[in-house]
């Protein structure tokens, strides 16, 4: 999947800087840093792949943050992280419902 997402870490082409990435969504890529700048997703180039473990995290951290209530960051994050967590949850219910196999009656014709 080389799809860019947070957590992830890329270079921004016309700054010629390093961003870890709080944030995408709908074509747009929000960096950690300050002050808040989303840039075109098509600025940027993939540099290093955030594990599931620091995507979630990173996610978290924004979605978490109280303190800069503007900052679009933390709403964008916080229902990613939602979609994050819903998915996962759909995941481990549909694998956990038995498998019932049908047996027919001994005396079905």
């Excluded at 890529?29 to 700048?37: E, I, M, N």
């Excluded at 990173?58 to 939602?82: F, M, N, V, Y």
């Excluded at 949850?89 to 019932?100: E, L, M």
Aim: hydrophobic letters at 40%; charged letters at 35%; one cysteine or more.
């Amino acid at each position: 999947m080389n799809q860019v997402r947070s957590g992830d870490v890329v270079f921004h082409r016309p700054s010629r800087e390093r961003w870890v990435v709080a944030y995408v969504d709908e074509g747009q890529l929000a960096g950690h840093g300050w002050p808040f700048r989303a840039v075109p997703l098509a600025d940027c180039v993939l540099l290093e792949r955030a594990s599931d473990d620091e995507h979630e995290r990173s996610l978290r951290s924004w979605a978490e943050r109280c303190t800069r209530k503007g900052d679009p960051r933390i709403a964008i994050c916080e229902r990613q992280l939602l979609d994050l967590l819903e998915r996962r949850d759909s995941f481990v219910r549909v694998r956990a419902v038995p498998v019932v196999r049908f047996r027919p009656s001994r005396g079905a014709a």
